[in-house]
C-alpha cells in the first residue's frame, strides 16, 4: 500500500511551495499557474492530497502510461491489455532511480516579493477607483478576450466603449492591465499575453519584475 506525507507535512509544503493556482483559457488550452513549474507545483499537491488514485481524474490511465514511458525513456506495448501494459512498464521501472525536479522557482521565498508588490497595488488602484471614477479589478476576475479568458494580476476598467463588466467576468479588453512577473512566467507575459493584449486593444500594460525591481511601460498607438 502507497505511503503518503502526513497532513503536517503537506501543510509545510504548501508553505513552502506555495502552488500557484492561476488558470487561464489561452488558444484552447487550460493553463496552470502561467509556467511549467507552476503547473507542477499545483499537480504535486493535488496528487500528495488526494493520492495518486486522484490522478485518472487529471487523464485517462492511458496517457499517465505514455507519460510515465516517455519520461523514463523506455518502450510500451501498443496492442497489449492494459494490464499487461502496467506489468511491462513496472518491470522496466524496477531499477528506475527516480530524481525530484528543482521546484525552487516557486518557493515562497521567491515569490514573496511578487505577492507583496501585488498586494500594495491593489491597495493603491482601489485608491484610485474614487478619483478617476473607474473599477480595479484584482487576479481571480477574468477578461474574456474572444474565445480567451486571461486573469492578469490587475486590471483597471473605466468603461470606455472597449468593453462591458459582467458580475464575473470582464467582456473586452480592460484600459490597463498589470502583470507582476513570476519567476518561470517570463516567456508568457512577453510574447503570449504581450501578442494577445496588443491584438484585442488594451491600452496600457504594465510589466513588473519583482527580483530586477524594474517596471516596463507598453501603450497602445495605432494599433501597436
Do not use: C
Amino acid at each position: 500500500m502507497a505511503s503518503y506525507p502526513p497532513v503536517s507535512e503537506l501543510f509545510d509544503n504548501w508553505l513552502k511551495f506555495k502552488p500557484e493556482s492561476k488558470l487561464e483559457l489561452i488558444d484552447g488550452q487550460l493553463i496552470v499557474g502561467n509556467s511549467l513549474v507552476g503547473s507542477r507545483l499545483l499537480l504535486r499537491q493535488l496528487l500528495q492530497g488526494w493520492s495518486a488514485v486522484a490522478a485518472i481524474s487529471f487523464a485517462p490511465i492511458e496517457t499517465w502510461l505514455d507519460v510515465l514511458a516517455t519520461a523514463y525513456q523506455v518502450s510500451m506495448p501498443k496492442a497489449e491489455t492494459l494490464d499487461v501494459q502496467i506489468e511491462h512498464l513496472e518491470m522496466q521501472l524496477t531499477d528506475a532511480v527516480f530524481l525530484p525536479e528543482d521546484l525552487q522557482k516557486g518557493s515562497a521565498e521567491k515569490t514573496w516579493s511578487h505577492h507583496r508588490i501585488r498586494q500594495q497595488l491593489t491597495m493603491d488602484l482601489f485608491q484610485l477607483d474614487k478619483k478617476v471614477s473607474g473599477k480595479s479589478l484584482g487576479r481571480d476576475f477574468v477578461m474574456r478576450l474572444g474565445d480567451n479568458g486571461l486573469t492578469p494580476d490587475l486590471l483597471f476598467f473605466k468603461g470606455q466603449g472597449l468593453n462591458q463588466l459582467y458580475e464575473a467576468y470582464l467582456s473586452g479588453p480592460a484600459e490597463l492591465v498589470i502583470e507582476v512577473v513570476m519567476p518561470g512566467h517570463e516567456q508568457s507575459d512577453l510574447t503570449l499575453k504581450y501578442s494577445g493584449y496588443q491584438a484585442t486593444g488594451v491600452q496600457e500594460y504594465w510589466l513588473i519584475y519583482s527580483e530586477t525591481q524594474q517596471v516596463e511601460l507598453y501603450r497602445l498607438i495605432e494599433g501597436q
